[in-house]
């Protein structure tokens, strides 16, 4: 007796010509930015950007090095106390 082998259905896509984000059916159109002052190129408006960028990532960096001395801290106590 030979045993009877189950076909597999065969999928067949259409391509109906939209892409991936397709945004012709939203039922409202996303706001626009308003329109802001062009930036300008001078030694002052780079550093406002770059000291205001280094005040944002000041915490996290404490709270980074505080978790690497922390865990630091563990491991010098624990293979000091325990030789």
């Known amino acids: 007796m030979a045993r009877e082998k189950k076909k597999k259905e065969k999928i067949v896509y259409y391509d109906d010509g939209s892409t991936v984000a397709d945004m012709s059916n939203?039922?409202?159109?996303?706001a626009k930015?308003?329109?802001?002052?062009?930036?300008?190129n001078s030694l002052k408006a780079k550093l406002q950007t770059f000291f205001g960028a280094m005040r944002l990532m000041v915490?996290?960096?404490?709270?980074?090095v505080l978790g690497i001395g922390l865990i630091y801290a563990?491991?010098?106590?624990?293979?000091?106390?325990?030789?």
Do not use: C, G, Q
Not at 74 to 83: A, D, G, N
């Open 59 to 64: 915490m996290p960096m404490l709270a980074a």
């Open 74 to 83: 563990l491991m010098y106590l624990l293979f000091t106390l325990f030789r």
């Open 33 to 40: 930015a308003p329109m802001e002052e062009a930036p300008s």
């Open 26 to 30: 939203l039922s409202h159109k996303p």
